[in-house]
């Protein structure tokens, strides 16, 4: 019986490092990339005799993720301890949150080629990350720089049924976490983790199949493999009469398959009690409030936002958003501008190009939004040509000078005055009395070659729209 | 609430204990003594709602995100009976 007969169900569990300075209970650095154990502290060494302090910001941040993702804050939740013996865990418990976390519920909205989907969360809880170990020769090396780093776990329902789709949900889920400023969304370097729980089910089935919990996937391109060939294995293991086996599977993707994490198979009677080291963590009047209130407009809203009051593209407004600072300095450019279309032109055009050539990001830039709409105005009045402009933008964008100074200094202000340009009609016009006959016998296209003409005597300077409204007045006689 | 030795042997085996068969027979007694101390919680009434403690409410009591009291890596290896660099040196774990 083929794959067709069966869908995957998959629920996804992600690990997202949180924004902060310190640690989630004790005040050593976050920073990555320090020589190993330099960010320790007593409390997450795991030393006996100390305790854990929360850290707010750490929670303000859970708190504001949960509301980006619509979760219902909990005012009282509970800190828990997971045992499990490893030795990058120096406690020999993980403080984390298990039968009453900080946020419940909650969704993720995503497309799909076949449109809009949301994806219901189970959870939202804060915990402490581990430490890392290295492998080398006979020994395993331990560095406890991340052991107690604050994360956020978020749950998904399985509601999941492709692997595409999975990869959906995770991008948006990102996007969400990286505009609110609560996670730096970096798969590779591990602060936005995935764990994903496959089954399969045939379609007319009621129960989900036995799960599989895969691990180990460090890229989008990584999950959506895992996931196929872990629902394949499924599969065929049901197909050939066997049964699936509730466990945990690391995927290899050099080897393009999931394999048990024999290591784990008894692992999984975590014994979580609640912390006695911690209160429970209660939430004062007006404090979730407070963080809603500073809550900025989120990427799916700006998006519908731009198509239908700004009048942009999908594709567009796709585009403005992807990165919260770029989208919001679009916007700074468009108060000042009064209109959406040319800016948004400046910015996927040459603003794009600029900041990726340079190497810069868009908080980097030397200009302001009302040197911008100066630019915008300069090319509406005619006083510069579209050309001139890109080259005054360049310029704006290298040195943050004034537009009308760029223009000056360029000598790129367009003749508009009738006087100049006449003059140059009438030139061209008595040097070749024969396109005049020509244009005057109907061959109105000429109009082209005069055009030209009158540009080279004017330097490529003069406005092409007077231009041309001047030589046919002119050639009509 | 009598344990059985197969519980025993299970909370040994996720303590990393490897216990003689003496030893078991000695633990299933404790151990069920122990819980049976810990059933008389049973009569209180523990809803499942949590209960804010008085005084505890709000974020304003927590620690404010700065970096503070590391030890630095000398302090924090002291103790290690292996060090390799500045990290902890371990017998192999194997995934």
Redesign the interface.
């Known amino acids: 019986m083929p794959r067709a007969d069966y869908q995957v169900v998959i629920g996804l569990e992600v690990h997202a490092q949180l924004l902060t300075t310190s640690k989630l209970f004790s005040g050593a650095s976050t920073s990555f990339g320090g020589a190993p154990n330099a960010h320790t502290s007593v409390v997450c060494l795991g030393l006996p005799g100390v305790l854990p302090v929360v850290n707010r910001h750490a929670i303000e941040l859970a708190i504001r993720a949960g509301l980006a993702l619509e979760c219902r804050i909990a005012n009282v939740s509970e800190w828990s301890r997971k045992h499990y013996f490893y030795p990058d865990l120096p406690k020999g418990y993980q403080v984390t949150q298990y039968e009453h976390p900080l946020c419940l519920g909650g969704r993720v909205v995503f497309d799909t080629p076949e449109g809009e989907k949301a994806v219901r969360l189970t959870r939202i809880h804060v915990e402490e990350d581990a430490g890392k170990l290295v492998h080398e020769g006979a020994a395993s090396l331990v560095d406890l720089n991340r052991a107690g780093t604050p994360l956020i776990e978020i749950v998904s329902e399985p509601e999941l049924r492709s692997a595409d789709d999975a990869v959906e949900y995770l991008k948006a889920l990102r996007d969400v976490l990286v505009w609110v400023g609560v996670n730096d969304g970096n798969l590779e370097e591990g602060s936005f983790r995935c764990d994903a729980n496959v089954s399969v089910m045939k379609h007319d089935a009621t129960t989900f199949g036995t799960r599989c919990e895969l691990k180990n996937l460090n890229s989008f391109r990584f999950i959506k493999q895992a996931i196929e060939v872990e629902a394949q294995r499924h599969v065929e293991l049901l197909e050939s009469g066997g049964v699936v086996e509730q466990e945990t599977r690391l995927f290899d993707p050099q080897r393009g398959e999931t394999r048990s994490m024999r290591s784990k198979e008894d692992a999984h009677d975590y014994r979580y009690f609640p912390e006695p080291d911690l209160p429970p963590l209660v939430l004062g009047a007006g404090d979730v409030d407070s963080i809603r209130e500073a809550l900025p407009e989120l990427p799916r809203a700006r998006r519908a936002r731009y198509v239908t009051s700004l009048g942009l593209s999908a594709y567009d407004a796709q585009v403005l958003t992807a990165d919260r600072a770029f989208s919001d300095f679009f916007e700074r450019c468009v108060a000042e501008a009064h209109e959406a279309k040319p800016v948004a032109n400046w910015f996927m055009g040459e603003l794009s190009r600029l900041l990726n050539e340079t190497n810069t990001t868009v908080g980097e830039v030397k200009f302001s939004p009302a040197q911008l709409a100066a630019l915008l105005r300069a090319v509406k009045d005619g006083v510069i040509s579209g050309p001139g402009a890109k080259e005054v933008f360049a310029e704006l964008f290298a040195t943050g000078k004034d537009v009308q100074v760029i223009i000056d200094e360029k000598g790129l202000a367009q003749v508009n005055d009738d006087g100049p340009l006449l003059l140059a009609i009438e030139q061209a016009l008595a040097e070749s009395p024969k396109n005049v006959e020509s244009y005057r016998g109907g061959n109105t296209k000429i109009v082209g070659y005069f055009v030209g003409q009158v540009m080279k005597k004017l330097g490529g300077k003069g406005n092409p729209k007077r231009i041309n409204e001047l030589l046919v007045e002119k050639l009509k006689g | 609430m009598k344990l059985t030795e197969q519980q025993v042997l299970?909370v040994a085996?996720?303590?990393?204990l490897a216990l003689t068969p003496d030893e078991v027979a000695t633990f299933k007694n404790q151990l069920s003594a122990i819980l049976d101390a810990v059933d008389e919680l049973a009569r209180v009434d523990s809803a499942?709602t949590?209960?804010?403690?008085a005084g505890?409410?709000?974020?304003?009591l927590?620690?404010?995100?700065?970096?503070?009291?590391?030890?630095?890596?000398e302090a924090?290896?002291a103790n290690a009976p292996?060090v390799?660099?500045?990290?902890?040196?371990?017998?192999?774990?194997?995934?």
């Open positions: 299970h085996k996720l303590a990393r499942t949590l209960v804010a403690p505890s409410e709000g974020l304003a927590l620690r404010q995100d700065v970096v503070q009291g590391e030890v630095g890596t924090a290896l292996q390799a660099g500045t990290s902890f040196a371990i017998p192999k774990v194997l995934e």
